[in-house]
């Protein structure tokens, strides 16, 4: 922890000498105040899988909303020269390279980071930008566990950051749509909310450990989680499936359709109790390295006695509803139902067979107030974030990093309740369970030195 104390006051105090009292100084004291027409730098950190996504948007937002990706980061540098040519075919900008995040964090032109790293690295990355003075867009869920979700939106509020959690939903015009509709009681009063993640997927194998490969920088792909040999079947993509890295399925779409229920649900609070079942089915240890369950049902209940049911299916499936969701939410109230399917959606009054409301023909959210130009297809939520940090007001943000928190803990918890095999009361203004040591000891974990998610950020 002093080391990463060092670290941080170093970058931040640069070759000026600045005098400053240990981490006692805001963010907002030293970071450089963004104006209209200010160019904004961005460094894309993870840039596998979800990461060329954030590639994709914010090259598209260069015009719009004047930004450059200054630096991709990533440990795996052979993911180097095929993300900087994605860059410069679409913005003829030629983007920095860097391996480590921290020398992202000590480069002062950069405004703000995009992550798409593995879970196991959003609290410390998140906490590490905002002590650097840059926002932050974060990829869901928002933690791997809920003590390092509640120490991000800790690090925001003290360093004054815009924090972002990529619940891309809250931006899709069809969505918001949809959940006003229910809040201005389209179907009643919503009482169960439920969730859909159907992903059927096949094993992935097993395989022995061996050398890291020579252009992975490995211990820091490890970072706060614990050590162990590397093994090619728990690296790349497949780190969803093991609990060191990933939350499952559950706990990668999932928290998708967790926010969505909550939001339609209309609850900006902790669920009262917790029970989730399932396992591994379809595969054999012997075949699959896989830890978390392809088979998962969750159900919530809140203090008012609302309900939100979960369920995760990974082998061959049917959907559900006249939509045939696969992916997307179902919402009950005392007067009909709402089927939610992608940004399509429609709503059934009582037992009538035809809807009687349903999503007008898509369109973009301008990702902020009608003043604001709007945002390339697809780019809306990243949008917003940016527009957010050139107003320097969180609270213009579609999904604020407490926002993306409430949601996110959902499928962790789900999960604690799944790993100990029975229902938890949930404590939720303390983030405790009640009377329950064991379950409390899942909400955090020890950080692996000098990648520690600390106690005071």
Known sequence: MTQ?????????????????????????????????????????????????????????LKE??????????????????????????????????????????????????????????????????CQAGKHVYIEKPASHNVFEGRKMIEAARKYDKIVQVGFQNRSIANVMEAMKFLH????????????????????????????????LHYDLWLGPAPYRAYNEKRGHYNWHWHWDTGNGDTGNQGPHQFDIARWGLN?????????????????TPQECSQETPNTQTSVFKYADGKMLEFETRGRYTNGESHLGIQIGNIFYGTDGYLELNGSTWKAYKKDEKEPFAQSAKEKPSGGGGSNV????????HYANFLDAVRKGDRYALHCDVREGHYSSALPLMANISYRLNRGLNIMGEYEKFSNDSEADTLLTRPSRPPYVVPDQV
């Open 4 to 60: 990463r104390r060092d670290f941080i006051k170093k970058s931040l105090m640069g070759s000026a000498g600045i005098a400053v009292a240990g981490m006692s100084m805001s963010a907002k004291s030293y970071g450089k105040i963004l104006g209209a027409n200010d160019r904004m730098h961005i460094s894309v950190i993870g840039i596998r899988g979800q990461g060329t996504n954030h590639i994709n948007q914010f090259c598209k």
């Open 64 to 129: 719009s909303r004047n930004v450059v990706i200054k630096n991709l980061c990533d440990v795996d540098e052979e993911t180097w020269a095929s993300k900087v040519k994605l860059v410069q075919d679409q913005t003829g900008d030629k983007p920095e390279t860097s391996y480590d995040m921290r020398k992202v964090f000590e480069d002062k032109e950069i405004d703000a980071v995009s992550f798409a790293t593995p879970n196991h690295w959003h609290a410390l990355g998140t906490i590490w930008a």
């Open 184 to 215: 201005d009681g389209g179907i009643g009063d919503v009482y169960m909310a439920r969730g859909l993640c159907y992903k059927p997927r096949n094993s992935f194998g097993i395989a022995k450990d061996s050398a890291a490969p020579k252009n």
């Open 267 to 283: 609850k900006n609070e902790h669920p009262m109790q917790v029970y989730s079942t399932g396992g591994i089915y379809g595969m």
């Open 373 to 380: 130009l709007a945002a390339p297809g697809g780019s809306e």
